[in-house]
């Protein structure tokens, strides 16, 4: 005959064992409160830094300022707003590479150094929706920066290696 104690309960399990079901319940409810945040959460606006062109033109670039932008970047996006871009600002001058997996249109890429200058551009990036997905650089030099907007904006603007850009914070 087996004798249940108070500290098996009546599943028979040693007191060790839910020790760890209690250590596994608590931590998949709380990746489950944090991945209800990211959704539920009241929503901050997003820095926007206008990028001027020697041309005059302007793009409105979203800065990439959350761990969801850095990671993701464009992906599930339908598209970009007229004159819109993403900009990522990394922590340190590097060979940044950057890829299109999830993306739904096809961007251009400028890797822009810490002088504002263009270093490294890379026209007509596909999106891509398949593992492995093609990565994008490293730029030939140091980058600071990476801005992706809409194909065919190099192009149509004439942008070209070496150009110094000037950044202004939208408020």
Request: proline fraction near 7%.
């Amino acid at each position: 005959m087996t004798k249940i104690t108070a500290d098996q309960g009546t599943t028979g399990e040693s007191p060790a064992g839910q020790s760890k079901n209690r250590i596994v319940m608590m931590v998949l409810l709380a990746f489950l409160l944090m991945s209800l945040s990211v959704f539920i959460g009241e929503r901050r606006e997003s820095s926007v830094i206008v990028v001027q062109f020697p041309s005059g033109i302007e793009l409105e670039a979203e800065v990439a300022d959350t761990p969801e932008k850095l990671l993701f970047g464009l992906a599930f996006r339908d598209r970009l707003p007229p004159n819109g871009a993403m900009l990522y600002i990394f922590e340190e001058n590097g060979l940044h590479r950057v890829r299109t997996k999830e993306y739904r249109f096809p961007v251009d890429i400028l890797w822009v150094d810490e002088s504002h200058h263009v270093v490294h551009m890379v026209e007509h990036a596909e999106p891509c929706f398949h593992d492995p997905c093609p990565f994008y650089g490293p730029p030939p030099v140091a980058a600071r920066y990476v801005i992706q907007t809409e194909a065919g904006f190099l192009k149509k603007t004439g942008v070209k290696q070496s150009d110094e850009l000037k950044y202004s914070l939208r408020m």
